[in-house]
Structures are given as C-alpha cells and as structure tokens.
C-alpha cells in the first residue's frame, strides 16, 4: 500500500511574520490573482493589513466576507475563485474564515495559506474543514492542507484569552483522540499510525508541561499554543485523518452542537469531554481538569454555559455522530451512565 502524505511547504510561526505574507504568496503562487476569505472583525485585526501587503507585492486581491463557516459561504468563495480566475486563497481569521477557505480553494484546485489570527483550534495547519449544511455541523471533511502557515504571534497573541484557552482544550483532547484510535485498532482492526499518534501525543504533552507559561497569557503563550496547534495538525496530515486528534470527546462536542441552544466554542467543548472520556478510560483525568483551570479553560458545565441536562444528552448520543469507534462502543453510554461519568468528574454538580 503506497500512502500519500501532504505537508504544508511553509510554515512560519513568530512576532510581525505576517510581513512575509507576500513573499510567500510569490513563493507559491501560480499567478498574481489572490482571494483574502476573512471576518469582519478579523478583517481589522489582520485581514486589511494582509490585502495591502499583498497588493504592494503586486497582486490582485479580491475579499470575501464570512461570519458562519456554511455551505451558501463556501459557495460565494469558490463562485469568486472562478469569477476573478484567483490563483491562491488566503484564510484571515478565526477557524470559520480559515475553514471556509479551506474547502472552497480545495474545490476550485487553487493552494490555500491560513493566517490564524487567534490559537483556538487545530484546523489551522490541518486538511479537515467543518461546514454546516441546512444549519447542521457536519462532523468533518477532508480537504487538502494548508500550502504555507503564517502565525505572527503579535496578532495571535492580542486575540480573547478564551480563545487560547479553547485551543489548550483541542490539544489536550489528543490524549483521548489518541486512546481511541487505539482501542479501534485493537478491537476493530483500523489502521493505526504510530509516527501520526506520537506527534500528536507530543502536542499535548508540551501544553502540559507548558500549562504555567500558558497561563500568563503572553506572546510566549500564544507561541506555545499555537505550534501545538500546527503540530497537531501535521499528525492529521500524516494520518490522512483526523484520528490522531478528533475521539469521543470531538464526537461529544459535535453532539452538544447539535442540541445545546447555546453551544461553547469547539475547543471548549472538546476540551471538557477529554477529561470525561479520560475518566472513562481510566487516565488521570484530574490531571487534565487541572491544566485546563490553569489555562482558563471551561471544566464543568456551567462554566461552558451548559445546561447539565444538555451534557448527559450529548454524552448520550455522541457514538450516533459518525462511524467512528470510540471508548463509547457501538451502543454508546446509557443516560444513567452518562450522568455517573458527568458527576464523577465534576462536569455537572
Ligand atoms: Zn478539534
């Protein structure tokens, strides 16, 4: 079996690199045709700055808006991919103006760089997108990944602490994410890839260990997150798969997407359901409660703004989400369980 492996050919992580956006686009580009994919809010932050850079490397520069990472945005992007003949995608923001740019460059043929402008999940250095169809989050889907990174730590550092402390919560999932590809592998004979788990083990290990540094909320923290980040989604990117980095807890997070009336940000919610299916495979769950309270991050139910109910739900159904096998099994936990689970590690009181 031959296996495919698509790495980004760039990355740049350190304080003003988004300077280097142009040259970088040249580097990569086929030609002078650029389409910036950004937020409103993150059009200030980074995507005006991004649009004249690139305009003083001489490129032609087209924007797309977007608020909500749906079917109709992506649309809109690759309609103006096709219209303006644009030659690379640049995603400037958060992980919806970096998904959107994602799967639309991807459908279009074009390479796509990502400047995250906040550390708050692994879809920025990965080939998996989350869209929502009709208003439902779909689990995921594979694209291809990111030709170049580019993380200045100035601006990623600026964004809400809540959003770094939701990217500590992605990371520290890998454990459990890890655990499961494990237990598919020895009880379902899915493929498992020591060199894609390791990394992604390592990922979260550093998160860790770095849980004091982290804390202080300073351009050194933002450095750390985010090369988690990017690390973790280079195991994705030798897996072919999110299974280095996506278990039962990303499942549990897909589940409260899809009933909570208020749902958390991603890597809150996964972060929150990695120390409940750590509890469930017996690792020291504590441990994880504890560096996510250090990093700021949500560890109960009412600090995700969850009703408790909402988490026994989620939990409940999580193993319906997609045919990925878990810790959850093939029946899943019953209600009663999930409640044991929930109350056992002080997720809902
Ligand atoms: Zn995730």
Redesign the pocket.
Known sequence: MVRRIEFPRIVLAGHGCIDQVGPVSLEVSQGKNVLIVTGDKTKKVAGDKVASLMRGSGFNVSTHITEKATQESVEQAAGIVKKDKVNLVIGVGGGTCIDVAKVSSFQQKVPFISVPTAAS???VGSPIASIKNKGKKQASQITSTPIAIIADTKIISTAPRRLMAAGCG?IV?NYTAVEDWKLAHKLKGVLFMDYAAALSIMSAQVILDSANIIAEYSEESAKTVIEGLISSGAAMCIAGS?RP??GAE?LF?HALDRIAPKPAL??EQ?GLGAIMMAYLHKLDWGRFKHVLELVGAPTTAKELGVEDKHIIEALAMAHTIRDRYTILGENGLSKKKAEKVARATQVIG
């Open positions: 999940h692994d879809g992605d999932s999110s980095c996506s990303h997070s991603h890597g996964c």
